[in-house]
């Protein structure tokens, strides 16, 4: 494989692995747990698969990456990356929201402070 070819299946592997990381984001929205096993199966191949592309890509020399064109693809898998790397953080803060929540359920049932509360409140420190 090229270069080239190299980076382009690895910029579609980081857009899939995206994807993945989306669809993660929506179903725990929607069913407030964690995504099923068949999820975390598909994580883990995906997994697998970004480190296979990765060896592919140290393998290759680093002076093939001259071409500008070689070298905007790979500013957008790095950008990609960083995408996929947001969306995981953003993952695991909802997990771990649904998580206390179920340990803890007056928590997420607790209502908001009123406005006349909160106007009390900053009277008495004012």
């Known amino acids: 494989m090229t270069y080239s070819e190299t980076l382009i299946a690895h910029q579609l592997l980081c857009d899939e692995i995206h994807q993945s990381a989306l669809d ?5 929205r929607q069913n407030q747990c ?14 697998q698969r970004l480190d296979a592309s990765l060896s592919a890509l140290r393998e290759l020399p680093a002076a093939s990456a001259r071409t500008p064109a070689d070298r905007a693809q790979l500013e957008n898998s790095r950008a990609r990356i960083l995408q996929i790397l947001q969306l995981d953080k953003e993952n695991e803060q909802l997990l771990l ?8 359920p007056t928590l997420s049932t607790a209502s908001p402070a009123s406005a ?3 106007q009390r409140i900053y009277a008495r420190r004012s």
């Open 97 to 104: 929201r649904c998580s206390l929540a179920r340990q803890h």
């Open 116 to 118: 006349s509360m909160l």
């Open 34 to 47: 964690a995504p099923t096993p068949e999820f975390l199966l598909l994580k883990r191949a995906l997994l």
């Open 24 to 28: 993660e984001n929506r179903f725990i």
